[in-house]
């Protein structure tokens, strides 16, 4: 079992940055691959980046450029900084851990930060 807890959301101007938190416990945190989503609101979640154990890292194409995904294992912490935000960035946040299919599949996850953009 992995337990997930995101912080670190709230509301910011357009343009304005943000750093997204989540810790993990509960198991071995290095050798899994851990991952952001967010589901704006009266819409379907979505991927937003995924890296690697071994520190591959991946993005939706919505955040290319202005999000970056980075990983402290001896934390168990997983971090996402998000750039030059749009009002269309505003969704909740959610961590996830252990994919089955790297952007699709994840056995856990967190109950999710709310992220607002003001425009």
């Known amino acids: 079992q992995v337990q997930l807890v995101e912080s670190g959301g709230g ?5 304005g ?22 589901q704006p609101p009266g819409k379907e979640r979505e991927f937003v980046a995924h ?10 194409d919505s955040v290319k450029g202005r999000f970056t995904i980075s990983r402290d294992n001896a934390k168990n912490m997983v971090y996402l900084q998000m750039n030059s935000l749009k009002a269309e960035d505003t969704a909740v946040y959610y ?4 994919s089955t299919v790297i952007g699709a599949r994840y056995n856990y996850w967190g109950q999710g930060t709310q992220v607002t953009v003001s425009s």
Not at 17 to 38: D, H, N, P, Q, Y
């Open 51 to 60: 890296m690697t154990w071994a520190g591959t890292v991946y993005y939706g």
């Open 11 to 15: 509301l910011v101007q357009a343009g």
């Open 95 to 98: 961590c996830a851990a252990d």
């Open 17 to 38: 940055s943000l750093r997204l938190s989540c810790v993990a416990s509960g198991r071995t945190f290095s050798r899994i691959g851990m991952a952001w989503f967010r």
